[in-house]
């Protein structure tokens, strides 16, 4: 191919890339290549919440692993707007695995922080890809480019639109009960030069994809899944742990990374033996004992301390520290 040629194939595909647009925007540009979802102010401490691996139920076959790479983007995502901590785990698959791991070794017990060890989430996120389709109208001539090192090109006078839905549930990850499930979707369109794509060999977190009608449509959605995330967490009540009592004295294991500032109040609950279903061994939940009332003095990266200004028992380590 004549060096002539290939220019001229380079820009009809920088000119087509000016053209693909998604249906609407609810993003702002970043340099990589997830983008940074705008929200509105955090009001309140931050969440902890785990991301799963999301199920590939949309019928696309390929060597891109959708389910997983979309889990990693909408992690990273929500990471970015900086109103979460987020724990990825997507090797788990089950609400009963997070709780075999709240209860096992390499996690910290009743929500409480221990050296070297993770904090279970408060919150589970899990769901899956149902559409992820690209379809195409219009020229039937064009230019077959080829494998070009990203994948296979095809330059045609054609308008692409592509679809992406994902089933996004919100899961309370002590009781494994569904608090919410809400479908998402991205859509985006070309006109005018299109361009036809084997998304074979795209990766979803990759900057080629992004350029990609499918790309666009796969960051509106995840777009889409942060808002609503962060629309139901809003209004779900903060919970975390005393790690340590002195006198009137109480340390609790959240801080200024959390978004604890001095001054906050928070009531304090002892949580009784858990319930169990007798058939499934599946966590019912369990009562809660209010043992009084602490406010924050100060504040520290990871933990805050706080004194006890109401008090109907004993407050100790490892008793629930809410909203």
């Known amino acids: 191919m004549s060096v002539s040629r290939i220019l001229t194939i380079l820009f009809l595909v920088c000119a087509v890339s000016f ?24 009001k309140g401490p931050k969440k902890t919440i785990a991301v799963l691996g999301f199920e590939n139920k949309s019928g696309f076959a390929g060597e891109l692993s959708i389910g997983d790479e979309f889990s990693e983007m909408l992690t990273e995502s929500l990471m ?8 990825a785990r997507q090797e788990l698959s089950a609400v009963i695995a997070e709780q075999d791991m709240a209860a096992s070794s390499r996690f910290a017990k009743s929500k409480t922080a221990t050296k070297g060890k993770l904090i279970p989430a408060q919150i589970i996120i899990k769901g899956a890809v149902t559409e992820f389709e690209a379809r195409e109208k219009g020229g039937t001539g064009g ?5 070009l090192g990203f994948g296979n090109i095809g330059i045609s006078g054609t308008s692409s639109r ?3 839905a994902v089933i996004v549930s919100i899961i309370d990850s002590t009781t494994g009960q569904v608090i919410d499930s809400h479908r998402v979707e991205g859509k985006a369109s070309s006109s005018g030069i299109g361009v036809d794509y084997a998304y074979k060999w795209f990766s979803l977190g990759g900057a080629d994809f992004k350029r990609t009608p499918l790309g666009k449509a796969t960051h509106s959605a995840i777009a889409e899944a942060v808002i609503y995330i962060a629309d139901k967490l809003a209004d779900l009540p903060w919970s975390g742990s005393i ?3 002195e006198g009137q004295t109480a340390y609790i294991n959240a801080g200024s990374e959390a978004g604890i500032v001095a001054g906050d109040s928070f009531n304090v609950y002892r949580e009784e033996e858990a319930f169990t279903d007798p058939v499934t061994g599946a966590p019912l939940g369990a009562e809660k004992t209010e043992l009084g009332e602490i406010e924050v003095t100060s504040v520290k990266g990871k933990y805050a301390i706080a004194k006890i200004i109401r008090s109907n028992g004993q407050i100790q380590r490892g008793d629930l520290v809410t909203e």
Do not use: Y
Not at 143 to 147: E, P, Q, S, T, V
């Open 80 to 87: 970015k707007t900086g109103q979460f901590i987020v724990v």
């Open 143 to 147: 230019i077959r480019l080829g494998n």
């Open 162 to 164: 592509a679809h992406v």
């Open 243 to 245: 790690v340590k009592v």
């Open 19 to 42: 053209f693909i647009i998604p249906e609407k925007s609810v993003i702002a540009k970043d340099d990589d290549v997830v983008d940074v979802v705008k929200l509105p102010p955090l």
